[in-house]
């Protein structure tokens, strides 16, 4: 994720976190900025879950942009911490990046179907408000999940479809409601291959020995 926040903004957060008052400057503060920061980081990590990394830090004018790594969400509770982290940096805007999804949803289906096609909504999830966060995935998983399925035209078509189908529900952590169902199809196939293949052979011998 990266994260833009004003300089003003983080100087406040920095200010009631470490509860300095206002005889310290803005000024002041700034000039101590990185030994501040890595508390306020440290903070973030340890509490939050939110990993500020050195990489990708970019300024322009008044506004700063940070990259952050952010744990996996087991439940609604942690999602909800995860927000309250980022909320702590008065974000000015957050961009997602697909390894961000786990920190939000926490849903298997949704979080698979999200992940697969994060190239088709990434970028509805760059450069959005902290409130317009939870919404857009909201959004961008209903699109996904209603989406009408082209039927197969063919055998090969229903076979890749069935192939996609068991691996979007491994990634979701799920069993595949048809396996059993899939099972016996598979095995009453295969007995009437058997059964093909038994007649077949009882032809071929009973026409070879009339030529004896």
């Not at 942690?78 to 309250?84: D, G, L, M, Y």
């Not at 009437?192 to 052979?201: C, F, P, S, T």
Request: one cysteine or more; glycine letters at 4%; charged letters at 25%.
């Amino acid at each position: 994720m990266r994260i833009t926040m004003s300089e003003r903004a983080l100087t406040e957060q920095i200010r009631q976190l470490e509860n300095i008052g206002p005889e310290i400057t803005a000024e002041e503060i700034q000039h101590r900025i990185d030994k501040h920061a890595r508390r306020l980081f440290e903070y973030l990590a340890t509490n939050y879950g939110i990993q500020m990394l050195q990489e990708g830090f970019q300024v322009s004018g008044t506004l700063c942009t940070m990259s952050a790594s952010l744990k996996r969400a087991r439940d609604e509770e942690s999602v909800q911490t995860r927000i309250a982290g980022l909320a702590l940096l008065a974000p000015v805007s957050v961009s997602l990046d697909q390894p961000d999804l786990p920190a939000f949803v926490t849903e298997p289906i949704m979080l698979a179907a999200l992940s697969e096609n994060w190239m088709n909504f990434g970028a509805s999830l760059q450069r959005i408000t902290l409130q317009e966060l939870r919404p857009a995935l909201e959004r961008a998983a209903q699109q996904i999940l209603s989406a009408p399925v082209a039927h197969p035209r063919n055998e090969f078509e229903q076979e890749m479809q069935d192939a996609e189908y068991t691996a979007f529900l491994i990634a979701a952590g799920k069993k595949d409601p048809l396996h059993k169902h899939r099972a016996i199809e598979e095995y009453n196939r295969a007995e009437v291959e058997r059964v093909q293949a038994a007649q077949q052979k009882a032809h071929d011998d009973f026409w070879e020995n009339r030529s004896e």
